[in-house]
């Protein structure tokens, strides 16, 4: 199979067009069997649930080239649960667990083409999504969904990669206690267009959200999960009920722990801690990890130890571990490898 004429590691996070997309349409109570489409468009009613209500879920996960060039994904199993938990949060039907991984092998395998080259740097990312079609004028839910998966190749989320990047905390809420915040709604990201636009306009990279009720613990940010490196070596994450549950962030606590041998500690993390952590990183599947060099706090500035040049030593073990499991590099626990082909 010929690769298409990509400069691969010139890649940011971006969307192109791939040949092929999986749909499958929920009606009448049931979900149909699903096919590959190549028309990228769709077409909807002006009244459809999501375009008013906005009824939709996503989910996030990356095909990798490995280092014997096999095709992999990491983890599907993971987001079909996520995807499982955002369905019945948001009053939608749930896609059967095997159908969502079926559709990933799927649709992985018909854009094969596009899954950049083992070293590129570069991954093809696979975007699951459902959303309410039917037309809904009173506020309820849909009765009719449509699932869909499309891919497209990315390069690093924030530009620069590895460098480390400066955030700053924002004064916007994130979730709400007893919201969604726990889920992968495409609401929660709509809430923070905003926030983001205006910490880009600031020179800032992305925000730090802390928790709405308090606002004396961190959160996390718009689209990944926290890591904090304490100066003795612990590994420390966020525990909050109205954070993303990450598959990354679960994935590295594990590869801390049994692969490294570092204590990890999930509790709840005050933002009077900060200056006191020797690294922070975050992650997820776009962000895999991305170093924090600075936090801004309204022009107070917490700067971690592990400076603007490069990741702190820790994190890049755990980049390197994690993304050496991914490509095959290194041994994967049981199951966490789906292979494609
Ligand atoms: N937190 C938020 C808000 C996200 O959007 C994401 C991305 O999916 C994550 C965390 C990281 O989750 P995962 O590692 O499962 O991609
Ligand atoms: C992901 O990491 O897959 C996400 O969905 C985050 C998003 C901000 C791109």
Request: hydrophobic residues 35%.
């Amino acid at each position: 199979m010929d690769k298409k004429n990509i400069e691969w590691s010139e890649l940011g996070f971006g969307y192109i067009e791939t040949g092929k997309r999986y749909v499958s349409t929920y009606k009448d109570g049931k979900w149909d069997e699903g096919a590959l489409i190549s028309d990228p468009m769709i077409t909807m009613s002006e009244c459809a649930c999501v375009l008013q209500y906005a009824q939709t879920i996503f989910e996030g996960l990356k095909a990798y080239t490995t280092e014997d060039g096999r095709i992999v994904t990491f983890r599907p199993d993971l987001n079909a649960q996520r995807f499982a938990d955002s369905a019945r949060r948001m009053e939608m039907p749930v896609l059967p667990e095997e159908q969502f991984v079926e559709s990933i092998r799927q649709v992985v395998r018909a854009n094969a083409d596009y899954v950049p080259p083992y070293g590129t740097g570069a991954t093809l990312y696979v975007r699951p999504y459902m959303f309410g079609i039917n037309p809904v004028i009173g506020v309820k839910p849909a009765a009719e969904f449509q699932y869909r998966a499309f891919t497209t190749p990315v390069g690093p989320y924030f530009k620069g990669g590895a460098k480390p990047i400066t955030i700053k905390v924002s004064d916007f809420d994130r979730a709400a206690p007893c919201g969604t915040g726990n889920i992968k709604a495409g609401l929660n990201y709509a809430m923070s267009l905003h926030a983001i636009v205006e910490a880009h306009e600031e020179g800032f990279d992305e925000n730090m959200y802390l928790d709405p009720k308090t606002r004396t613990k961190v959160e996390e940010t718009g689209g990944a999960n926290f890591l904090f490196i304490t100066k003795d070596g612990k590994v420390v994450t966020p525990k909050s009920n109205s954070i993303l549950p990450s598959v990354t962030r679960r994935s590295l606590m594990y590869v801390a722990k049994e692969y490294l041998g570092l204590e990890t500690e999930e509790r709840e993390v005050y933002f009077d801690e900060l200056s006191e952590f020797a690294e922070c990183g975050l992650c997820g599947t776009a962000a895999v990890i991305s170093p924090v060099g600075k936090i801004n706090d309204h022009g107070r500035e917490i700067c971690l130890p592990s400076g603007m040049e490069e990741m702190g030593p820790v994190t890049k073990k755990l980049y390197d571990t994690l993304t050496g499991i991914q490509m095959g590099r290194i041994e994967a626990p049981e199951g966490w490898i789906c292979e494609i082909m």
